[in-house]
């Protein structure tokens, strides 16, 4: 299952074969913890609008500087793996730094794939993507769906008592 998981130099090579096969390669990233339905939504409809989807997954320590000290709540290898054995995942790409920008300056994907809730502005690596002619896509997510909505639950449902 862990076949998907490359580094930054194999996915370089494979982006760069599949565009020369004219696929359309698509790059998205995240931290992905705790898998849920938003998630599963959001990358079914990724996929949807290319022929190969690359994730960009944020190491945990990346996770931690982001998110906060008690992020993430799975390890970076339970997260990829999780990812690996997704269909609408064909590679996963750990990174180490806050954003994926030379991720998506090493893959150069043909579209630049985010939630609906970022402005184009924000996104890291969309005005990289756009000057050579790729595109930056905005997809919607499902309301209520979040990692920090699962924590909360269990938090409150669960730990009232402790």
């Given amino acids: ?6 580094t930054l130099e194999e996915i370089q090579e494979i982006a760069e074969r599949l565009k020369k096969n004219n696929k ?6 995240g ?3 705790i898998l849920h339905m938003g998630h599963i ?3 079914q409809k990724a996929r949807a609008i290319c022929d190969i989807l690359i994730v960009g997954l944020n190491s945990d320590a990346s996770v931690k500087r982001i998110k906060g000290k008690n992020r993430p709540i799975n390890s970076q290898q339970d997260r990829a793996f999780v990812l ?9 790409v750990l990174f180490e730094e806050d954003t994926p920008i ?3 300056k090493a893959v ?7 939630g609906a809730d970022w402005k184009e502005k924000e996104v890291a690596g969309c005005d990289f993507v756009k000057s050579y002619g790729g595109a930056c896509r905005f997809i919607e997510f499902v309301n209520n769906r979040s990692t920090t909505n699962i924590i ?4 409150d449902e669960y730990c009232k008592d402790i």
């Fill in 41 to 43: 939504s959001y990358l």
């Fill in 102 to 104: 030379n991720l998506i």
């Fill in 1 to 6: 299952m862990l076949e998907k998981l490359k």
């Fill in 84 to 92: 690996c054995g997704l269909e609408s995942v064909d590679y996963v």
């Fill in 24 to 29: 359309t390669v698509a790059f998205t990233n």
């Fill in 152 to 155: 909360k639950k269990i938090v």
């Fill in 31 to 33: 931290c992905f913890d």
């Fill in 108 to 114: 150069k994907p043909d579209i630049l794939i985010k």
